[in-house]
């Protein structure tokens, strides 16, 4: 068990996890040759993620999507739809897409690599994934995958959650908090998930 600080909010903590596995990420990436990075995915995991490179590593990071207000939540990132893009390839690419959307992002990453690339995968997909093997192949780049965290993970997390820049960029990802008294009030939080396709965020559950 990692103890997070009783001076953090807990609509603050209860990202504690997703935060854990793009920490758990970073772990994939050599800082010390890392030059240009692209993140694919303007969805919950990709904001976390670029949370962590830009408030903990510095880094500067261009972010690819598909949705224009999605995309205004990564502020001081250069954004771009997956088929604008004109300019240098990356040579590190991480994928925080999934579902059956992640093999296009994969293999525009694939396409937007540099020799030698990293490209490190993130999201998660029931369904084979197609990939252009020929590219991989030829550009001599490495394909890595994580999806889980360790306890040190977390607690370097909850280190960084003590920051009150991270805890603001946090905060815009909380859409509601909703009090549970019953089942009804249950359905009425999932139902409110259900139905946001425009915001990055989620409503919170306050037991």
Not at 91 to 115: K, Q
Not at 156 to 170: G, H, P, R, Y
Request: charged share 25%; hydrophobic share 45%.
């Amino acid at each position: 068990m990692v103890k997070i600080d009783d001076s953090i909010p807990m609509n603050i903590a209860v990202w504690s996890e997703l935060l854990s596995v793009s920490y758990a990420m970073t772990r994939r990436i050599d800082f010390s040759k890392t030059k240009n990075i692209a993140l694919f995915g303007d969805g919950i995991m990709g904001y976390i993620t670029y949370i962590i490179l830009t408030r903990l590593y510095k880094k500067e990071v261009t972010v690819f999507g598909i949705d224009d207000d999605k995309l205004k939540m990564f502020e001081g990132a250069k954004t771009y739809h997956f088929e604008d893009y004109v300019g240098r390839p990356f040579d590190t690419l991480i994928e925080a897409v999934g579902g059956r959307a992640s093999g296009f992002a994969i293999n525009n990453m694939i396409d937007l690599a540099s020799i030698g690339a990293d490209l490190i995968l993130m999201g998660v997909s029931e369904e084979n994934v197609p990939l252009c093997t020929r590219k991989v192949l030829e550009k001599g780049l490495s394909l890595k995958g994580v999806t889980r965290s360790s306890i040190d993970d977390f607690k370097a997390i909850s280190e960084l959650l003590s920051l009150q820049d991270v805890q603001k960029d946090l905060e815009k990802l909380i859409l509601s908090e909703i009090t549970i008294k019953s089942v009804n009030d249950v359905y009425k939080a999932f139902e409110l998930d259900i139905n946001n396709t425009k915001l990055i965020g989620k409503n919170l559950m306050k037991f």
